[in-house]
C-alpha cells in the first residue's frame, strides 16, 4: 500500500501541467494566474488588487508598497494615515517626498487632506487655492477653508462657502445649486 502511494505521488510530479488539471482545481489556477496580471482591466476589481499598502521599517531602511522610500530615516520615521509619513525632515505621501512641506508641524485631517500649518496638502499635493487657516474636511471628499469649497483637492467654482452643506453619496448643495462629486449639476 505504501509502495503504491509513494509512486502515485511521483507520477504526479512528473505528469506535465495539462495532465494533472482537473475540473475541481482549474478555477484555482485560473484565479492565481488572473491575479498576478494587474494590468488586465477586466480584473481590476479582484481583492488582490485592492491590497492595504502600508510602510514596512526593518533596520536602517523604510519601504512603501516593496518599494525603498529614498531618503527616509528609519530611526524617526512614523507613519500617519492616508498614506502620510513623516521622518524628522520630510513629509512623504504613499513613499515619495512632499515638496516645501514642514515635518513638524505635519497633520493629517482625513480623506486624504492635511496641513501643515502653511499649506494644505490633498493626497500629497499642495493646494494652492486653499487657505491653511480655517480650513475644514467636511466628509465624503469635500472640504472648504472658509473662502472656497473644494471636492478631492480641487476648487468646486462658484460655490457659496457660507451655505455650503455635505449630504451623502457624493452630493452637496449650497443656497444656489446642488453639487455631485464636486460638478454643478443643471
Known amino acids: 500500500m505504501r509502495t503504491l502511494l509513494i509512486s502515485t505521488i511521483l507520477m504526479l510530479s512528473l505528469a506535465t501541467p495539462a495532465e494533472t488539471v482537473t475540473a475541481a ?11 498576478q496580471n494587474p494590468q ?28 525603498a522610500v529614498s531618503g527616509a530615516s528609519a530611526s524617526s520615521f512614523k507613519e500617519m494615515k492616508d498614506g502620510y509619513a513623516a521622518d524628522d525632515f520630510t513629509v512623504y505621501y504613499e513613499g515619495k517626498k512632499i515638496g ?10 482625513g480623506d486624504g487632506y492635511a496641513t501643515d500649518g502653511f499649506g494644505v496638502y490633498y493626497k500629497g499635493r499642495e493646494m494652492k487655492d486653499a487657505t491653511e487657516s480655517g480650513f475644514k474636511v467636511l466628509g465624503d471628499g469635500y472640504a472648504t477653508d472658509g473662502f472656497n469649497a473644494f471636492y478631492k483637492g480641487r ?3 462658484d460655490a457659496a462657502v457660507t451655505s455650503f452643506k ?14 455631485y462629486k464636486g460638478r454643478k449639476m443643471d
Do not use: P, W
Open 40 to 67: 488586465r482591466d477586466s480584473h481590476k476589481k479582484h481583492k488582490r488588487h485592492k491590497r492595504k499598502r502600508h510602510y514596512i521599517i526593518t533596520g536602517d531602511k523604510v519601504y512603501y508598497d516593496r518599494q
Open 155 to 157: 476648487e468646486i467654482e
Open 100 to 109: 516645501g512641506a514642514t515635518a513638524m508641524s505635519f497633520k493629517v485631517l
Open 25 to 35: 482545481n482549474t478555477h484555482s489556477r485560473q484565479t492565481a494566474s488572473v491575479c
Open 166 to 179: 455635505v449630504l451623502k453619496d457624493g452630493y452637496a448643495r449650497d443656497s444656489f445649486n446642488a453639487y
